[in-house]
Antibody, heavy 123, light 111 residues
Framework: QIHLQQSGPGLVKPSQTLSLTCDIS??????????WNWIRQSPSRGLEWLGR?????????EYAVSVQSRATITSDTSKNQFSLHLNSVLPEDTAVYFC?????????????WGQGTFVTVTS | QSVLTQPPSVSGAPGQRVTISCTGS?????????VHWYQQLPGTAPKLLIY???KRPSGVPDRFSGSKSGTSASLAITGLQAEDEADYYC???????????FGPGTNVFVL
């Protein structure tokens, strides 16, 4: 069974960097059929896809236009995990952040999710 | 403003059938991208309920069904139960925005 376990701080100061990690069990971050995604949810923006990383002979990372200048998604194959780094955060970045998997078998749906991390951006 | 639109809420009595609509455009559902549905209980992550328009993941009761036609899709819940009270979201891919998109969510209330 696939399980995604998130970790990271729930409080970040404005202008600092938000960093969250998603540990994968039951699959591999290097899978050639999966992509590993970050999604956030807030009352004002609803569910918003932020970006993904995946391995297809080499590593790729892609981002939503709304965060592409501030976001970086990395992977660590030795720990079988991937991470989101969002710099220069603003109060509007306050949200619940989720990691999630897409696999070819799920037809571009998010079939497994992390438990969510509520991140508050405040001084 | 969501790219996909859903009614804010629907309600029904136990045992009844309710449907949730999801309306998109030519750059997402109309471009033949699949629609997926998620159920979210309070304080939890969304759970995949229907994928590829009408497929059910293992463990999802057959009371839940999905359909898609053109730029619209719908989720039906038959034999409504108290445990079905939750928020439901549709999701697709938008080729103009080059991003995955979600609907704003529909709250299902069991009378």
């Amino acid at each position: 069974q696939i399980h995604l376990q998130q970790s990271g701080p729930g409080l970040v100061k404005p202008s600092q960097t938000l960093s969250l990690t998603c540990d994968i069990s039951g699959d591999s971050v290097s899978s050639d059929t999966a992509t590993w995604n970050w999604i956030r949810q807030s009352p004002s923006r609803g569910l918003e896809w932020l970006g993904r990383t995946y391995f297809r002979l080499k590593w790729f990372s892609e981002y939503a236009v709304s965060v592409q200048s501030r976001a970086t998604i990395t992977s660590d194959t030795s720990k079988n995990q991937f991470s989101l780094h969002l710099n220069s955060v603003l109060p509007e970045d306050t949200a619940v952040y989720f990691c999630a998997r897409v696999d070819v078998s799920s037809f571009d749906s998010f079939d497994f999710w992390g438990q969510g991390t509520f991140v508050t951006v405040t001084s | 403003q969501s790219v996909l639109t859903q009614p804010p809420s629907v309600s029904g009595a136990p045992g009844q059938r309710v449907t949730i609509s999801c309306t998109g455009s030519r750059s997402n559902m109309g471009a033949d991208y699949d629609v997926h549905w998620y159920q979210q209980l309070p304080g939890t992550a969304p759970k995949l309920l229907i994928y590829a328009n009408k497929k059910r993941p293992s463990g999802v009761p057959d009371r839940f069904s999905g359909s898609k036609s053109g730029t619209s899709a719908s989720l039906a819940i038959t034999g409504l139960q108290a445990e079905d009270e939750a928020d439901y979201y549709c999701q697709s891919y938008d080729s103009s925005l080059k991003t995955y998109v979600f609907g704003p969510g529909t709250n299902v209330f069991v009378l």
